[in-house]
């Protein structure tokens, strides 16, 4: 039986196979609203097409129209992405806030965890602590006990983070048991990265890492290929065959599973190991369409350099696709541009967004002030 939270996890939707998506293009010539908000997400999240974001907008939409009011939510963080055609964060944000009130659990996710981190909203802790104990008391579901995580490892400071991050990660742990493989990042900075994000117990990591990745968990198959590229990469005597083979596949396996940043270091290993800059390229492109900054920075400094030749048109939009993805670098290329000529049809997201952005940066990177 078809259930909104089925598909809560964005990492769970690279799971679904030709069989599922049969049932659920089923389901929607049956006009099921549930099958119209399932579909919606694949499409929006994995994007195997060309045209999947617009496809998914319009099965969203009916499943709105429908009563399925995850489907608001999955509306709103299109607008907070571009993906509607320009960013409205002020958009996005009363929907989250009227889907929460109407039940959504996906708005309850991404409104508590903008609450926790202090994104796209004020940082509020305290009361998003408050909301998710009320949940648990209610309902002791695998999303309470990652939030409840995530709110106890946020919390930590410098100075009380070996004391609070065991609490975090009992209620990581609590997620993965009940099947979050998420949580698995979680407990990786708990257990062994310190306040900075620095490896602090290099055992431990691959241990979790290594756990993760054979749940399937994407973000920990990327973690056991990066920590292993950048050995390797350290200590060249260490490099072979074998170990050049089983990183690649190690990443392919991440990407397949979502892992966008994955995308860009196979893209580094074809350019910069195989001289490959098409199939480099490839890479880049899917993984920036899977949002990974690495990939719009480095498209747009291959293009910016003449190493692979574009419109400038497409360019201002790469650089334009990676400051919406949170690219620092990219917001000054951005500006630059506008003021150049380029990407008016942007103006009220540029100046209501990215100019203030920039203005920020200028003043950290003055000293004016601090994060």
């Known amino acids: 039986m078809l259930s909104t939270t089925l598909y809560l996890w964005d990492s769970t939707l690279f799971y679904i196979d030709s069989s599922d998506l049969e049932e659920l293009q089923k389901g929607v010539q049956r006009g099921e609203p549930l099958a119209y908000y399932a579909l919606a997400r694949y499409y929006s999240t994995v994007r195997p097409e060309a045209d999947s974001v617009e496809f998914a907008v319009e099965l969203f939409y009916r499943a709105a129209d429908a009563g399925v009011v995850d489907a608001e939510a999955a509306l709103a963080l299109l607008w907070r992405s571009g993906d509607m055609g320009i960013v409205d964060l002020e958009k996005s944000q009363q929907m989250l806030d009227e889907a929460f009130e109407m039940g ?20 509020d802790i305290k009361t998003a602590m408050t909301i998710i104990d009320e949940r648990i008391s209610q309902k002791n579901s695998p999303l309470w006990c990652y939030l409840k995580g995530l709110a106890i490892h946020q919390s930590a400071d410098i100075l009380s983070w070996n004391e609070v991050c065991p609490q975090a990660a009992e209620w990581y742990r609590r997620a993965i048991d009940e099947g979050v493989s998420d949580a698995y990042q979680g407990l990786l900075e708990v257990f062994a990265l310190d306040y ?40 060249p005597e260490k490099q072979s065959e074998d170990w050049y083979r089983q990183i690649c596949e190690d990443f ?52 910016d350099k003449g190493i692979v030749t574009a419109y400038d048109e497409f360019k201002a939009h790469v650089a334009l696709y990676g400051t919406r993805c949170g690219s620092w670098h990219l917001v ?19 100046e209501n967004y990215y100019m203030p952005r920039l203005r920020r940066l200028e003043e950290l990177e003055r000293g004016e002030i601090t994060i």
């Open 252 to 303: 392919e396996s991440a990407l397949s599973r979502g892992c966008a940043n994955a995308a860009y270091y196979l893209g580094q290993i074809y350019y910069r190991e195989e001289d490959d800059l098409d199939a480099a390229w490839a890479y880049y492109v899917k993984g920036a369409t899977l949002g990974s900054v690495e990939c719009y920075e480095t498209m747009y400094d291959l293009m």
């Open 104 to 123: 959504s659990i996906l708005a309850a996710k991404v409104v508590l965890t903008d609450m926790i981190c202090g994104i796209y909203r004020e940082r």
């Open 332 to 350: 000054r290329v951005v500006i630059e541009l506008y003021q150049a000529g380029y990407l008016h049809s942007f103006a009220s997201e540029i």
């Open 196 to 235: 900075f994000g620095n490896i602090v117990d290099a055992d431990r990591y691959i241990d979790i890492a290594c756990e993760g990745a054979a749940a399937g968990c994407a973000k920990m198959i990327y973690a056991v290929a990066k920590y292993e590229y950048d050995i390797c990469y350290s200590c």
